[in-house]
């Protein structure tokens, strides 16, 4: 049975399965606590995910306090822009990820470093249900192909000259 290697994207944002972090910035590698808050975040999208939760999964059998948890979610919260409010907090209970979260699942067998295609071959901008479009393209594409490429949200590469 194949490991299933998971890249996630959100926004214009790409975290890979190695803990990458894509932007048109550029790339950060996240450290790994609050990588692991990251994924947990990710994972369950939408929902809230207790504090409980978030430091008996990420600090297993450690006597940790909430300031721990607090930190990663700052530097989180720092690395995603402010402006872009992923990471909701609900006071005393725990935190919710606010964006739509894509799965890039593939297979142990694909190269670290896949193809991707950055943009789709006609322009989106100025039609009202262009984003929907693009994200169910980008859906069919990366359940289409054996070797599933990265794909790469338009965002990412808006503004940038093709070489």
Not at 23 to 50: C, F, I, M, N
Request: with cysteine.
């Amino acid at each position: 049975m194949d490991v299933v290697i998971q890249s996630l994207g959100f926004g214009s944002y790409v975290l890979q399965a190695d803990g990458l972090l894509l932007h048109e910035r550029g790339a950060t590698q996240l450290p790994p606590k609050e990588l692991h808050v990251l994924r947990l975040l990710l994972k369950d999208a939408g929902a809230l995910v207790s504090k409980n939760s978030l430091i008996e999964r990420v600090w297993p059998r450690c006597d940790v306090a909430d300031e721990s948890l607090t930190r990663c979610i700052y530097v989180l919260r720092k690395l995603l822009g402010r402006q872009n409010d992923y990471i909701k907090t609900v006071y005393g209970k725990g935190y919710r990820f606010m964006a739509q979260v894509f799965d890039f699942a593939s297979s142990p067998n694909v190269p670290a470093v896949a193809p991707s295609l950055q943009e789709m071959p006609v322009g989106m901008q100025g039609y009202p249900l262009g984003s929907d479009l693009h994200r169910e393209f980008m859906r069919w594409l990366t359940s289409a192909f054996v070797e599933r490429p990265c794909v790469v949200p338009l965002e990412m590469s808006a503004g940038r000259r093709q070489v």
